[in-house]
């Protein structure tokens, strides 16, 4: 399987298919509300004796779906699912998660789909060092996150996302009401 000594889905061809393959089991699995998708995935990863670092990425993504399984909310609003997402770390899923609303929607829901997909792009840049990508995408999120904030008003506070996406700030803001760590 090669070396890797950080896990890293921009550089390592293993890391984009454990990362990609395990958001795609999550989606699933927050249909079902039953983590045997993500469970499937891991197990398939996990045969071939990867690198620690992708093991621990796995371990660490299925606690996280667990967790916001545990969470998931009886509304019906995708917004409010995507913040707990968001609330976990979890940028890249949040990312993949919304962009399946993102492709049916139109006018400003759809505008408002986009800023939150670029503010969690911007997030698995920073995540990943990555601060010139992070920085471009994130001042695309603020435009959009600033025409659209009576949108975004009533699930989270769009000041606070968009001020700490303003300072690049590593430390992501928790933005659902629900979140319990």
Not at 44 to 53: I, R, S, V
Not at 103 to 123: N, S, T, V
Request: glycine share 4%.
């Amino acid at each position: 399987m090669g070396d890797i000594n950080r896990f890293d889905p921009f550089s390592s061809r293993l890391c984009r298919n454990v990362r990609n393959a395990l958001s795609e089991g999550f989606k699933e699995a927050l249909v079902k509300k039953d983590l045997s998708p993500v469970n499937r995935v891991a197990a398939l990863f996990l045969e071939d004796a990867p690198p620690f670092c992708v093991n621990a990425y796995i371990d660490d993504r299925v606690r996280a779906y667990e967790n916001v399984l545990s969470l998931t909310p009886s509304s019906s609003n995708p917004l409010v699912l995507a913040l707990i997402i968001w609330d976990h770390g979890l940028f890249f899923e949040t990312h993949e998660y919304l962009e399946q609303y993102w492709m049916r929607a139109d006018g400003d829901e759809k505008k408002l789909l986009q800023a939150l997909i670029r503010a969690a792009g911007a997030y698995v840049h920073l995540t990943a060092g990555n601060l010139t990508a992070a920085r471009k995408i994130a001042d695309k999120a603020i435009f959009g996150l600033k025409m659209h904030t009576s949108l975004l008003a009533s699930v989270t506070d769009p000041d606070l996302l968009i001020d700490k996406l303003i300072d690049l700030d590593p430390v992501a803001p928790v933005l659902s009401k629900t979140h319990s760590g």
